[in-house]
């Protein structure tokens, strides 16, 4: 059993194979749970009409998903205000990293475009961040960034969560740190 704060940063922890993920699944109606009852202010889960549910809940797993169209485009799927993607992109300095590249935000992404594993986990944390869910969870999505990219997630994260709840499956310390609750599972 636990309780998960609103507008708050909440870091699940532990061994593998405890069940942190299972937790997400839960959440995503990807599993039933046995026993219990998981609700939102007060209200279970499974009343709430999936439409309305899945607008309110965002995932991001350690292994980003992004479909083979331009970088604006997967943007688009979400948020199709340019300029807001551009904001959330130079906070979490990769704004700069897709000008440069030939064709910019029109460069499309695939299996063989060459572009490094973490600016494209950040293409997908800014995607996340950009469909501005109520409850938004990262599944290990730090794994694979380096100090200053986690610090510049971290720092973006931390400024919405007085808007959004956020729950972190992580092991990272400087993630820990900066947690307002820890489940240890």
């Not at 309780?3 to 699940?12: H, V």
């Not at 688009?76 to 992109?89: F, P, R, T």
């Not at 709840?165 to 489940?183: P, Q, S, Y």
């Amino acid at each position: 059993s636990l309780e998960i704060e609103p507008n708050s940063l909440t870091a699940i922890t532990g061994k593998a194979g405890t069940g942190k993920t299972g937790i997400f699944d839960l959440l995503l109606k990807l599993n039933r749970q046995h026993q219990g009852d998981i609700t939102i202010d007060g209200v279970n889960i499974n009343d709430i009409p999936d439409g309305e549910y899945f607008s309110k809940i965002s995932l991001l797993r350690k292994s980003p998903i992004l479909f083979s169209m331009s970088i604006k485009d997967n943007f688009a799927l979400v948020e199709s205000n340019q300029n807001k993607v551009e904001d959330i992109c130079m906070k979490l300095g990769i704004h700069n990293e897709i000008i440069k590249l030939k064709n910019g935000y029109n460069t499309v992404l695939g299996d063989n475009d060459g572009l490094p594993m973490s600016l494209k986990q950040l293409i997908a944390t800014a995607r996340t961040i950009l469909k501005s869910s109520k409850i938004m969870l990262f599944d290990d999505a730090l794994i694979g960034l380096d100090d200053s990219e986690q610090d510049r997630v971290l720092k973006l994260l931390l400024e919405l969560k007085k808007d959004h709840t956020i729950v972190m499956i992580t092991h990272e310390r400087n993630v820990l740190k900066d947690a307002e609750k820890i489940i240890v599972m």
